[in-house]
């Protein structure tokens, strides 16, 4: 991932190539919510953040052992798993720039990925929390942060999903723009009260 770097435009976002770890994955491209194509309407993210414009975009390819299979969620390589990964972009001065990418992944190589991190950006500061299933089940739920001051990476082992991580990178001067955008909806809906 690190041919994606966040702060880039959507424009430079398109031109990259996409990640391809096995030849049997085919016709491979993205799609964004801001597209007028069929697989824009498969991308996983949040229809209230695309309502306050939010561009969220994905990777697709065909699997060529799968022949009558149309596109699907392209996944990549990461650590020693793969993940699914999602791209947001904001506006900002007329571009819209990446400010987040997350990657969703089986929680079994949480494990792996949490000592890459550590050993490429030292000891994260690590906040639990419990982590509460549909059934009722609980359990303890880790995220690991690194901040180097313009940006963010954050691990969350429990990531919505008992069997699922997650882990972000956000730019946060990016980031910070979307927080207020939220906040200034939370204002507004609170002044209709």
């Not at 229809?47 to 990777?59: F, T």
């Not at 400010?99 to 890459?116: C, G, K, S, V, W």
């Not at 030292?122 to 942060?145: N, Y």
């Not at 691990?155 to 699922?164: A, K, P, Q, S, V």
Request: hydrophobic share 35%.
């Amino acid at each position: 991932m690190r041919d994606v770097e966040l702060g880039i435009t959507l424009d430079e976002f398109r031109t990259i190539p996409i990640p391809n770890d096995d030849d049997r994955y085919t016709d491979l491209q993205a799609a964004c919510t801001l597209d007028d194509m069929p697989l824009a309407r498969r991308i996983m993210g949040s229809s209230s953040d695309q309502a306050l414009g939010i561009a969220e975009c994905q990777w697709f390819s065909k699997d060529s052992l799968v022949p009558m299979m149309s596109a699907s969620e392209h996944w990549i390589n990461i650590g020693q798993g793969r993940g699914q990964p999602l791209f947001r972009f904001i506006e900002s001065d007329g571009n819209m720039r990446l400010f987040e990418i997350t990657f969703y992944a089986n929680n079994q190589y949480h494990p792996a990925i949490l000592d890459a991190l550590s050993r490429g950006y030292g000891a994260p500061q690590d906040e639990a929390e419990p982590f509460i299933t549909r059934a009722g089940g609980e359990f303890t739920s880790v995220t690991s942060i690194w901040d180097n001051g313009s940006s963010t990476i954050t691990l969350t082992d429990r990531c919505r999903h008992l069997e699922r991580y997650c882990l972000t990178y956000e730019h946060k001067a990016l980031a910070s723009q979307y927080d207020a955008i939220i906040e200034a909806q939370a204002d507004e809906a609170a002044s209709r009260i």
